[in-house]
């Protein structure tokens, strides 16, 4: 992989690819069944704000090598706070020129998947747990194998709902159902993860990149890549805004996209009958 300045970049814990228009990170600690470290932390925000600056990505898969998603939080490192051997960092704010756009919700230590300016899916190969799950909560898609297993894990450890996944879990699968795998702890199977309306949808475990790789293969070419931007964008801010200021921000895009390359290829390939060429303007 090439950064934007020209130079190759190396990663200890994660692999990136590019093809067709999709950027895939891949968790790649599958001996720990890639438990989460500082050091993967950061590679993933450089490898997402590559593909976010990266004109020719269109769209952004996660996922996890072998057997796991993401395990949670590396043990040893939890065993160390637990010592005071180690300090806790606090939360931070992500300040990278490409979440300019990102409201400031959307700009913390996990939340900035929300505010990226390009779709983000999640692949669910397997065990997905504590900081993982909420890693997967704000990707905008998650597409999950039958093999894959939910565990908030927060309470059994000592901990509290981290990370904004008291807000964002809700959301997702209601209150109720959210205080209960929070207060639980409990293993939950990909079939109630989702019934719970978690997962959008469960694949076999063979089949689950191609589908993932068709999904975000579709987005990345049979839709426009601005209107995606801004309807992601619309998306997310609602959470934070009244129906009036939804509708009025709604109001301001609709004009623009008239005048959008985008639009007129929209009509274009529409009356045509042909594929469609977005430029993503």
């Not at 190396?10 to 990170?25: K, Q, S, V």
């Not at 704000?138 to 904004?164: K, M, N, P, Q």
């Not at 998306?235 to 004009?255: D, H, K, M, R």
Request: hydrophobic letters at 45%; aromatic letters at 8%; one cysteine or more.
């Amino acid at each position: 992989m090439i950064s934007n300045d020209g130079n190759p970049m190396t990663y200890e814990h994660i692999r990136y690819e590019m093809t067709e228009g999709i950027a895939t990170i891949t968790l790649d600690r599958p001996e720990k069944l890639n438990a989460w470290n500082p050091v993967m932390e950061g590679e993933v925000r450089t490898a997402i704000g590559l593909a976010s600056t990266d004109d020719a990505v269109r769209v952004i898969v996660l996922t996890g090598a072998g057997r796991g998603f993401c395990s949670g939080a590396d043990m040893s490192r939890l065993e160390k706070l637990s010592q005071g051997a180690v300090r806790h960092a606090p939360p931070e704010r992500v300040d990278e020129a490409w979440l300019a756009d990102a409201p400031p919700e959307l700009r913390s230590r996990f939340s900035y998947f929300a505010g990226v300016p390009k779709p983000i899916i999640a692949a669910i190969n397997g065990p997905c747990a504590g900081v993982g799950l909420v890693i997967a909560c704000y990707c905008d898609i998650r597409i999950a194998s039958t093999d894959a297993l939910v565990l908030t894990a927060f309470a059994r450890l000592g901990l509290i709902a981290e990370h904004g996944i008291a807000w964002i879990l809700p959301r997702l699968i209601g209150q109720g159902a959210a205080m209960d795998l929070l207060l639980s702890s409990r293993k939950v199977s990909a079939a109630e993860a989702f019934a719970l309306g978690l997962f959008n949808r469960l694949v076999a475990p063979e089949q689950l990149m191609a589908e993932v790789r068709s999904y975000a293969k579709s987005l990345s070419e049979a839709v426009s890549p601005r209107s995606v931007r801004i309807i992601k964008r619309q998306l997310w801010e609602a959470q934070f805004q009244s129906l009036g200021e939804a509708l009025a921000l709604a109001n301001v895009e609709l004009p623009k996209s008239f005048e959008s390359g985008d639009f007129r290829e929209g009509v274009s390939h529409f009356v045509q009958k042909r594929k469609a060429s977005f430029a993503g303007n």
